[in-house]
């Protein structure tokens, strides 16, 4: 079946603009993640989602970043001003519950310029 | 979460050879998953074992866990070129899901 999907899988963007990443994550799952992996860098978590509770906003490393999961399924996540520290490979996972294993999408590599 | 830490950093063998990397975490867990990571690739799901369970197989892969040393191993069998990567483990604790990486054992194997 389909995995996680995400979009674009590049994004170049200047400094201090805007930007919209996308996570389609598998059909079902009721759990959805967002991390950044920077180069030479580990998995830094951002944000969870876990059916219709509050997401666990406990990653993001600054107001500027955002996120949101609609109708359970699709989610955004949004950075504002962008500063060229937030270059990095964005990646989303989904799980079918909140105990079982994630499935990763092939990422977001984001560019600040 | 917790994170793990990957034993050896990095592992060259030949192909053919078996390969085994080590985990160890600081405090028990619910679960703890392994993933590989080619380079440039995304991080690819091998094996989630439970705090009960001993062993896992998947095809050439067999987790083992032991709770009291607080370790966990991944073996690959009968190892192919393509095996070679980043391999990390996930141990998962408490109400906490989001997943923490250490800095990997890197597996090569050679041709």
């Known amino acids: 079946g389909a995995g996680v999907s995400q979009s674009p899988s590049n994004k170049v963007t200047e400094k201090g603009k805007d930007v919209e990443l996308r996570c389609d994550p598998i059909?079902?799952?009721?759990?959805l993640y967002w991390y950044r992996q920077s180069l030479g860098q580990g998995l830094e978590f951002l944000i969870y989602?876990?059916?219709?509770?509050?997401?666990?906003k406990s990653g993001l490393p600054s107001d500027r970043f955002s996120a949101e999961r609609t109708g359970g399924s699709v989610s955004t996540l949004t950075i504002q001003r962008t500063q060229q520290e937030d270059s990095a490979v964005y990646l989303c996972?989904?799980?079918?519950?909140?105990?079982?294993?994630?499935?990763f999408g092939p990422g977001t590599r984001l560019t600040v310029t | 979460s917790q994170q793990g830490e990957e034993d050896p950093q990095a592992l060259s063998i030949q192909e053919g050879e078996n390969a085994t990397m080590n985990c160890s975490y600081k405090?028990?867990?619910?679960?703890l998953q392994w993933y590989r990571q080619n380079s440039g690739r995304g991080l690819v799901h091998l094996i989630l074992?439970?705090?009960?369970?001993r062993e896992k197989h998947s095809g050439r892969l067999r987790v083992t866990l032991d709770t009291s040393k607080k370790s966990s191993s991944l073996l690959i069998t009968a190892s192919r070129a393509a095996d070679t990567a980043s391999y990390f483990c996930?141990?998962?604790?408490?109400?906490?899901?989001?997943?923490?990486f250490g800095s990997g054992t890197q597996l090569t194997v050679l041709p």
């Open positions: 989602f876990q059916g219709n509770s509050a997401p666990d």
């Open positions: 074992i439970r705090s009960n369970e």
């Open positions: 996972a989904s799980s079918l519950t909140q105990d079982s294993e994630q499935y």
């Open positions: 996930a141990p998962s604790s408490g109400s906490a899901r989001q997943l923490t």
């Open positions: 405090t028990s867990i619910n679960n």
């Open positions: 059909s079902g799952h009721t759990a």
